[in-house]
Antibody, heavy 120, light 108 residues
Framework: EVQLVESGGGLVQPGGSLRLPCAVS????????MHWVRQAPGKGLVWVSR????????NYADSVKGRFTISRDNAKNTLYLQMNSLRAEDTAVYYC?????????????WGQGTLVTVSS | SSELTQDPGVSVALGQTVRITCQGD??????ANWYQQKPGQAPVLVFY???KRPSGIPDRFSGSSSGNTASLTITGAQAEDEADYYC???????????FGGGTKLTVL
């Protein structure tokens, strides 16, 4: 069974940092592109970032480029999102998700999400 | 703001057919994927690529595309189909993804 479990969310002050790990199981992690997608309370889905299977290629939404870093440890079956210089508008549930093929375009499995609240 | 445009809300009578659309220039070059999200839950992929339905998704869900518009059709909508539906695709840069703003489907 494919499982993706995010953690690391919580309350952080504006300008602060947070790292979100996503532990995966049930599939060969090193073979898949992975994504982070976020959803502000009561709002729609917003794509944040993606990384290819070996970690050599990454892409970011303009809203987080230069502040967030996606990475992965294939030996530990874990995806990460390092978030720096956090702003109130980064408040959201952050989902870890698996791309369904090597194009990295679509998502077939999602975690349950972890809530990040940026507030003083 | 999203470059993929969806109607904010659509309603359908129980058992009838409804089409949910997604418009955007990038859809001329890339396929759309469709997700269903119910309150308090993570999204679920319901249709993707050229003509693919994940295992376990009822065959009343189908997708199509023409020009800059992709559509998700539910033939014979059920009460359990009431949810938010999102499309996604690559953006015009080809290096980033984007989601539509979502469509809230109400089954009457």
């Amino acid at each position: 069974e494919v499982q993706l479990v995010e953690s690391g969310g919580g309350l952080v002050q504006p300008g602060g940092s947070l790292r979100l790990p996503c532990a995966v199981s049930g599939f060969t992690f090193s073979s898949y592109w992975m994504h982070w997608v976020r959803q502000a309370p009561g709002k729609g889905l917003v794509w944040v970032s993606r990384i290819n299977s070996d970690g050599s290629s990454t892409n970011y939404a303009d809203s987080v480029k230069g502040r967030f870093t996606i990475s992965r440890d294939n030996a530990k079956n874990t995806l990460y999102l390092q978030m720096n210089s956090l702003r109130a508008e980064d408040t959201a549930v952050y989902y870890c998700a698996r791309a369904y093929d090597s194009s990295g375009d679509g998502i077939d499995y999602w975690g349950q999400g972890t809530l990040v609240t940026v507030s003083s | 703001s999203s470059e993929l445009t969806q109607d904010p809300g659509v309603s359908v009578a129980l058992g009838q057919t409804v089409r949910i659309t997604c418009q955007g220039d990038s859809l001329r070059n890339y396929y759309a994927n469709w997700y269903q999200q119910k309150p308090g839950q993570a999204p679920v992929l319901v249709f993707y690529g050229k003509n693919k339905r994940p295992s376990g998704i009822p065959d009343r869900f189908s997708g199509s595309s023409s020009g800059n518009t992709a559509s998700l059709t539910i033939t014979g909508a059920q009460a359990e189909d009431e949810a938010d539906y999102y499309c996604n695709s690559r953006d015009n840069s080809g290096n980033r993804l984007e989601f539509g703003g979502g469509t809230k489907l109400t089954v009457l």
